[in-house]
C-alpha cells in the first residue's frame, strides 16, 4: 500500500507561481518495488485529466500539451516526494490536483492513463483568479 498526500495549491494570480507536492509513504510492500508517478487535474464539472508523469528513477517525465512548456515535474527520491512547479498559470488551470501512483516493473516506465494507477491522493486545490 502507498499513501499519498499532497500539499502546496492555493490561490495565485494568473501569470503566477504554485509548486505542489506529492509525498509518498509505502506501508506494505517491498522497499524494492518501483513506482511511477504522475499529476492529474479535476475541473467542476469535468473528467480528471493528465497533468504530467514521471519515472520511478526521475530521468523520465511527460507533460500533457496543456502544461508543456509551463509546468515541471520532478521527483526526490531521498524524500520520496513529487513535484509540480507550475508557472505561468491561467484561469484554465484552476483544479483540484491530484498525485498518483503505479508499481511497475522498470525503473524508466512513465504513465500516462488514468485507470492505470493504483494509489491516488486527497487532492490540493489550485485556483487561478484573474
Known amino acids: 500500500q502507498v499513501q499519498l498526500v499532497e500539499s502546496g495549491g492555493g490561490l495565485v494570480q494568473a501569470g503566477g507561481s504554485l509548486r505542489l507536492a506529492c509525498t509518498a509513504s509505502?506501508?506494505?510492500?517491498?522497499?524494492?518495488?518501483?513506482?511511477?508517478m504522475g499529476w492529474f487535474r479535476q475541473a467542476p464539472g469535468k473528467e480528471r485529466e493528465f497533468v504530467a508523469g514521471i519515472s520511478p528513477s526521475g530521468g523520465n517525465t511527460y507533460v500533457s500539451d496543456s502544461g508543456k512548456g509551463r509546468f515541471t515535474i520532478s521527483k526526490d527520491n531521498a524524500r520520496n516526494t513529487m513535484y509540480l512547479e507550475m508557472d505561468g498559470l491561467k484561469s484554465e488551470d484552476m483544479a483540484v490536483y491530484y498525485c498518483a501512483a503505479k508499481r511497475v516493473p522498470e525503473e524508466s516506465m512513465v504513465v500516462v492513463t488514468l485507470n492505470r494507477y493504483d494509489y491516488w491522493g486527497q487532492g490540493t486545490q489550485v485556483t487561478v483568479s484573474s
Open positions: 509505502i506501508t506494505s510492500g517491498r522497499t524494492s518495488d518501483l513506482y511511477a
